[in-house]
C-alpha cells in the first residue's frame, strides 16, 4: 500500500501520484493552491510558451528576457507530465462524485528518487558519467471550502463604519 505524507479527508478529496518521473522536481510548485481548471490552463500555457514557470530559489542561470517578462523557464516536458497527473486526478475525482468546479490541488509534494546511472562513451576511449534524476510526487486535490461571513460580523462592520 502506498503511504501519502498528508492524512486527507476520504469524503471530500482524492489522490494521484507519480513514481520514477523523469522530470525536474522544481517545476512542480508553481501550481500548488490553484484551481484545476487554472492549473490545466496554466501548464498549457507553458508547454506552448506563453507563460513561463518562476524560480526563485536555486536558479543560477534563470534570467529574465524580453519574451518571458519574468524569471523562469519553460519546462515543456514536466509540464505535459504534470498535466496527465492533472487529468487522472481530475477523474479519480468525478469517479469518486466530487464536483470538478471548486477542485483545488491541497497537497504536493515532491521527493528525488534514486539516481539512474549511465555511461555516455566519448572519443579515443574515455567514458564519462550521464546521471539522470527522476523524482516521485504526489498530490492531493479537494473541494475548496467556501466559508460564509456570519451575518453577525457584517452588521458589527457597519456599525464602526458609519
Known amino acids: 500500500m502506498v503511504h501519502y505524507s498528508l492524512e486527507q479527508n476520504p469524503i471530500k478529496s482524492c489522490k494521484s501520484r507519480y513514481a520514477i518521473l523523469h522530470a525536474h522536481s ?3 510548485q508553481a501550481i500548488k493552491d490553484m484551481l484545476i481548471w487554472k492549473a490545466t490552463r496554466y501548464l498549457k500555457d507553458v508547454a506552448l510558451q506563453k507563460q513561463c514557470v518562476p524560480f526563485c530559489c536555486h536558479s543560477g ?8 517578462k519574468q524569471w523562469g523557464w519553460w519546462p515543456k516536458k514536466c509540464a505535459e507530465f504534470l498535466l496527465q497527473m492533472l487529468k487522472n486526478s481530475e477523474r479519480n475525482a468525478e469517479l469518486k462524485g466530487l464536483d470538478a468546479g471548486p477542485l483545488v490541488t491541497e497537497h504536493s509534494q515532491v521527493n528525488k528518487a534514486s ?3 549511465h555511461q555516455a562513451y566519448r572519443a579515443h576511449g574515455c567514458i564519462n558519467p550521464h546521471v539522470g534524476q527522476p523524482c516521485h510526487t504526489e ?5 475548496k471550502e467556501q466559508i460564509a461571513p456570519n451575518p453577525g460580523e457584517e452588521v458589527a462592520r457597519k456599525k464602526r463604519i458609519s
Open 26 to 28: 522544481k517545476n512542480t
Open 61 to 68: 542561470g534563470a534570467v529574465r528576457c524580453d519574451q518571458a
Open 115 to 117: 539516481k539512474m546511472w
Open 139 to 143: 498530490r492531493i486535490i479537494a473541494e
